[in-house]
């Protein structure tokens, strides 16, 4: 005789869609992850900014932005990195390593900041000098921020030696000299109109008010042909 087998596919098939747009939300997913990956790697390569990590094995995190390599001369993923930031300077790669020991070692966030502001914060590599900023992650590991700050402390440089040339020429000024800002507060002054005035060091700070000052001045001797 002839046997029938009838199966009942109606819930295998829902099964198996049910499986199928589980996949596609997963890869859907994992596609939205990497390009948002993508993103952030893309917009750290393009900050001018080095960014890397490491935990408490001190080697460097395997993802790090572009600019740590020029920055560091190499790329820095695996490398200690005490040595990578200090390899000439034994005793800041030192510091820096019993720094992130006591850091990783403290449960308390405050008692962590106060070990991180001990780190070193700057760095010189050839001709740069670089900024450098730490934060804690999660999964114990510490973030650093390389800024390159060359230009910034050259003309910090040039303007502090603008300053003195312009100070030493109001000083030079055969007459009393004082300059106020629109706000009548004080900007600065010679020698000459302090020692016209007879004022203390303590009135002629930059950003007295006019009233300030001349309260604590005394009448100028003016003399006279008789």
């Given at each position: 005789g002839t046997v029938w087998l009838v199966e009942d596919i109606t819930v295998r098939r829902a099964a198996e869609a049910a499986l199928k747009a589980a996949k596609e939300m997963a890869e859907d997913l994992a596609n939205a992850f990497r390009r948002k990956s993508e993103q952030v790697a893309s917009l750290l390569d393009n900050s001018g900014q080095g960014f890397l990590s490491f935990g408490g094995d001190l080697?460097?995190?395997?993802?790090?932005?572009?600019?740590?390599?020029?920055?560091?001369?190499?790329?820095?993923?695996?490398?200690?990195?005490?040595?990578?930031?200090?390899?000439?300077?034994?005793?800041?790669?030192?510091?820096?390593?019993?720094?992130?020991?006591?850091?990783?070692?403290?449960?308390?966030?405050?008692?962590?900041?106060?070990?991180?502001?001990?780190?070193?914060?700057?760095?010189?590599?050839?001709?740069?000098i670089l900024k450098m900023e730490y934060s804690m992650l999660d999964r114990g590991h510490i973030m650093l921020v390389l800024t390159d700050i060359t230009e910034e402390r050259r003309i910090a440089d040039q303007s502090a030696t603008a300053d003195l040339r312009l100070w030493d020429a109001?000083?030079?000024?055969?007459?009393?000299?004082?300059?106020?800002?629109?706000?009548?507060?004080?900007?600065?002054?010679?020698?000459?109109?302090?020692?016209?005035?007879?004022?203390?060091?303590?009135?002629?700070?930059?950003g007295l008010h006019y009233d300030m000052v001349m309260a604590k001045a005394a009448p100028p001797v003016i003399a006279e042909d008789i």
């Amino acid at each position: 005789g002839t046997v029938w087998l009838v199966e009942d596919i109606t819930v295998r098939r829902a099964a198996e869609a049910a499986l199928k747009a589980a996949k596609e939300m997963a890869e859907d997913l994992a596609n939205a992850f990497r390009r948002k990956s993508e993103q952030v790697a893309s917009l750290l390569d393009n900050s001018g900014q080095g960014f890397l990590s490491f935990g408490g094995d001190l080697d460097v995190d395997p993802e790090y932005s572009r600019a740590c390599e020029w920055m560091l001369g190499e790329p820095p993923a695996g490398k200690g990195v005490a040595g990578l930031l200090f390899p000439g300077d034994a005793s800041k790669a030192e510091l820096l390593r019993m720094g992130v020991s006591m850091v990783l070692d403290e449960a308390d966030p405050e008692r962590q900041a106060i070990f991180i502001s001990l780190f070193p914060t700057e760095m010189f590599r050839g001709e740069f000098i670089l900024k450098m900023e730490y934060s804690m992650l999660d999964r114990g590991h510490i973030m650093l921020v390389l800024t390159d700050i060359t230009e910034e402390r050259r003309i910090a440089d040039q303007s502090a030696t603008a300053d003195l040339r312009l100070w030493d020429a109001i000083e030079a000024l055969p007459e009393a000299f004082v300059l106020w800002d629109a706000q009548q507060n004080l900007v600065t002054c010679n020698s000459r109109f302090q020692k016209l005035h007879q004022l203390p060091n303590d009135a002629i700070q930059p950003g007295l008010h006019y009233d300030m000052v001349m309260a604590k001045a005394a009448p100028p001797v003016i003399a006279e042909d008789i």
